[in-house]
């Protein structure tokens, strides 16, 4: 069984458009984050929850809200997509990192 | 800011070398040094190192961590094609609750 599954696998959208992505953790990982990966190969943490609450929210536009409704699941939704939000969108969870991170095959966004 | 470095971050090689993989850090409240392969998609999970000067091994990969360095090397002893994937190097953070990677290393394994 799949550890961390995220869906979409892939979503292509137009500008403007709102769209979401969940993620899902079977693994009873207390914590749960969301990294973007562009062109460059460049994973850069988005978010990080802990038991359903934020504790790390990077530089990211306001567009993005993250929702975790329990401790398996943080969905990713996205106001008004823009070009520059074309990305993989990785979805990791972890047990307070002792063990590394688990990530999810990613979300390919392509905003046209 | 954390600030994960890695080089090179190309190397292109043939079959049967060994290549060794750079990471400096600079991570505010450091506890660990993770390692990652990845290939098509998700990143998985290679080596965390936590103490200095321990070497951990898994194969043809061994990994250690120099704590006053503030580095890391990665080493692939005779190299195949499937080693091919971008290596990424990341410093985690004492609450675990952040990892920061560097840029990655893309590593081609020619026959």
């Known amino acids: 069984d799949t550890a961390v599954s995220q869906t979409p696998k892939y979503l292509v959208t137009q500008m403007g458009n709102d769209k979401s992505i969940k993620c899902e953790q079977n693994l009873g990982h207390d914590t749960m984050y969301w990294y973007k990966q562009d062109s460059k190969k460049f994973l850069k943490i988005m978010f990080s929850y802990n038991n359903k609450e934020l504790i790390i929210n990077e530089t990211v536009p306001n567009r993005f809200s993250p929702k975790s409704p329990d401790k398996a699941h943080l969905n990713l939704h996205i106001n008004s997509l823009e070009l520059g939000d074309s990305a993989v969108y990785f979805c990791?969870?972890?047990?307070?990192?002792?063990?590394?991170?688990?990530f999810g095959s990613g979300t390919r966004l392509t905003v046209v | 800011e954390d600030k994960v470095v890695q080089s090179p971050l190309s190397l292109v090689v043939h079959e049967g070398d060994t290549v060794t993989l750079n990471c400096s850090y600079e991570?505010?409240?450091?506890?660990?040094l993770l390692w990652y392969k990845q290939e098509k998609k998700a990143p998985t999970f290679l080596f965390m190192l936590?103490?200095?000067?321990i070497e951990k091994k898994s194969g043809r990969l061994s990994s250690i961590l120099d704590k006053k360095e503030l580095f890391s090397i990665l080493n692939i002893t005779a190299t195949q094609t499937g080693d091919s994937a971008v290596y990424l190097c990341?410093?985690?953070?004492?609450?675990?609750?952040?990892?920061?990677f560097g840029e990655g290393t893309q590593l081609t394994v020619n026959p």
């Open positions: 991570v505010t409240n450091f506890r660990s």
């Open positions: 990341a410093g985690l953070e004492t609450s675990g609750s952040r990892l920061t």
């Open positions: 936590t103490s200095s000067g």
């Open positions: 990791a969870s972890s047990q307070d990192g002792r063990e590394g991170y688990t």
